[in-house]
Structures are given as structure tokens and as C-alpha cells.
């Protein structure tokens, strides 16, 4: 993830964060998405106005409120 962080670099002001995981409660997407977010807030940069979500109806991810997290949530199909 570091590698992937400084291949970015400045350019983080513009990239669109795209969280994926179906179940919502996937160990590593969670990590990346705190180290990222993280790197945001280091950064001066609002982690909701950059990043989306693609989860499950009734994962974990999609049931956290907008309000909390600032981002959309996309609904994948099961199957």
C-alpha cells in the first residue's frame, strides 16, 4: 500500500478512492481504506468527498450511515 500511496503522491488531491467488498467487513479492505483515509487527512483532504463504495445491500459497509461516513454506497447483486 505504501508503494501504491507514493505512486500517487500529489496527485491523491485528484483520485477517486473506490471501496469494494461484498460482505462489508473484509479485513483488508478495511485496513486499506483506514490507511488511505489516513493519508487524506495528512494530506489536508476530505477521504469523503474522494472515495465511493461498492458493498452488498446488507453488508456492514452499506449500512454505515452517509451521514457518518460522507460517501456514497453502490449495491452489487449477489451471486
Known amino acids: 500500500m505504501d508503494r501504491v500511496i507514493a505512486s500517487?503522491?500529489?496527485g491523491l488531491a485528484e483520485t477517486l478512492?473506490?471501496?469494494i467488498s461484498?460482505?462489508?467487513d473484509t479485513l483488508e479492505t478495511r485496513?486499506?481504506?483506514?490507511?488511505v483515509r489516513e493519508c487524506c487527512s495528512?494530506?489536508?483532504l476530505d477521504?469523503?468527498?474522494h472515495a465511493v463504495a461498492v458493498s452488498g445491500e446488507t453488508s456492514q459497509l452499506a449500512n454505515l450511515p452517509q451521514e457518518r461516513t460522507g460517501w456514497?454506497?453502490?449495491q452489487c447483486g449477489t451471486g
Open 22 to 24: 461484498k460482505s462489508g
Open 31 to 35: 485496513n486499506a481504506m483506514i490507511e
Open 47 to 49: 477521504f469523503s468527498r
Open 42 to 44: 495528512s494530506a489536508g
Open 17 to 19: 478512492i473506490l471501496i
Open 8 to 10: 500517487i503522491g500529489k
Open 72 to 74: 456514497d454506497v453502490f
